[in-house]
Nanobody, 116 residues
Framework: QVQLVESGGGLVQPGGSLRPSCLAS????????MSWFRQVPGKGRELVAS????????RYTDSVKGRFTIPRDNAKNTSFLQMNSLKPEETAVYYC?????????WGQGTQVTVSS
């Protein structure tokens, strides 16, 4: 059974940091591109960052460059999204996604709230 389980969201003050994680099971994690998306009510999901299978290449949306990183640990089947200097407008549900060719799996999402 394929599962992606996010954890590590929560409430943080503006300028703070969070590091949600995504634990995968039921498929060969190291052969999948991992991505993180975010979604606010009434809007579509926005791609935030991606990392290639071996972790040797990453991509970020412009608004998070220099503040977010997307490490992965293939030995532990886990993807992370390290978020620093968070802004209130980045309040959203954050989702991880695993993709290999035409096959894709989503996690259930974790809420991140940036507020004082």
């Amino acid at each position: 059974q394929v599962q992606l389980v996010e954890s590590g969201g929560g409430l943080v003050q503006p300028g703070g940091s969070l590091r949600p994680s995504c634990l995968a099971s039921g498929f060969t994690f190291s052969t999948y591109i991992m991505s993180w998306f975010r979604q606010v009510p009434g809007k579509g999901r926005e791609l935030v960052a991606s990392i290639r299978e071996a972790g040797d290449s990453t991509r970020y949306t412009d608004s998070v460059k220099g503040r977010f990183t997307i490490p992965r640990d293939n030995a532990k089947n886990t993807s992370f999204l390290q978020m620093n200097s968070l802004k209130p407008e980045e309040t959203a549900v954050y989702y991880c996604k695993a993709v290999r060719r035409v096959r894709g799996y989503w996690g259930q999402g974790t809420q991140v709230t940036v507020s004082s």
